[in-house]
């Protein structure tokens, strides 16, 4: 069975510090990850999708990599501005599961002026 | 331009009625899916289909039947509505089922009373 686990489960944080949010997967055969945020009462927005054959995504402010022999991933964000304030969600694809998401339950992050 | 919708957004029924949300996107994307955000906001996939046909039937109650009239739209169908039905549900498109990002639409939040 996919499990995927996101630590912390709530992050606080002054405006302008970089930060790192954590996902582990247990899927060995993992085919995609994809980190998505989620702002209150609003569907999901992706940030960035990691194949398997990559170690890692840029986009922005926003850095995103993946380590499959340790089944983990990690998204880096710089300057962190309260705008960033959100869920964010880390969601790994199998590689038999034909489009199947497995999610976190997500890292609540603050950031305060 | 909305690339993934949903209707309604909010829904509120007693229980024991049948309900539909639908979902349309306009990504050209071959795959669609259905997913549930219950009370501690987890994620998880309920149905997909594949150009019009399901290809993931994850366990869930018979009551809910989705629908494919073509692969732009992708609806569900809830019969016999119960409390723990009160849920988020969200629709989501990609390219190819396994490959590529998914986008989601914004929700529909389903309240049984």
């Known amino acids: 069975k996919q499990e995927v686990t996101q630590i912390p489960a709530a992050l606080s944080v002054p405006e302008g510090e970089n930060l790192v949010l954590n996902c582990s997967f247990t899927?060995?055969?993992?085919?995609?990850l994809q980190w998505f945020r989620q702002d209150p009462g609003k569907g999901l927005t992706s940030l960035l999708l990691?194949?398997?054959?990559?170690r890692e995504q840029t986009s922005g402010r926003l850095n995103a990599s993946l380590d499959k022999s340790s089944g983990r991933s990690t998204l880096y964000i710089a300057a962190s501005q309260p705008g960033d304030s959100a869920t964010y969600l880390c969601?790994?694809?199998?590689?038999?599961?034909?489009?199947?998401?497995?999610f976190g339950q997500g890292t609540i992050l603050t950031v305060h002026p | 331009d909305t690339a993934v919708s949903q209707t309604p957004k909010y829904l509120v029924t007693q229980m024991g009625n049948d309900k539909s949300i639908k979902c349309e996107q306009n990504?050209?994307?071959?795959?669609m899916y259905w997913y549930k955000q219950d009370s501690k906001k987890f994620l998880k996939i309920m149905f997909s289909?594949?150009?019009?046909?399901?290809?993931i039937n994850e366990t869930v109650p018979n009551r809910f039947s989705p629908k494919s009239p073509d692969k732009a739209h992708l609806n569900l169908h809830i019969n016999s509505l119960e409390l723990g039905d009160s849920a988020v549900y969200f629709c989501?498109?990609?390219?190819?089922?396994?490959?590529?990002?998914?986008?989601f639409g914004p929700g529909t939040r389903l309240t049984v009373t």
């Open positions: 289909y594949n150009n019009k046909e399901l290809i």
């Open positions: 990504l050209g994307h071959d795959t």
């Open positions: 989501a498109s990609s390219q190819v089922a396994g490959q590529g990002e998914q986008y």
């Open positions: 899927d060995s055969a993992i085919y995609n």
């Open positions: 990691i194949q398997s054959s990559q």
């Open positions: 969601a790994e694809e199998g590689g038999t599961s034909y489009g199947k998401l497995t």
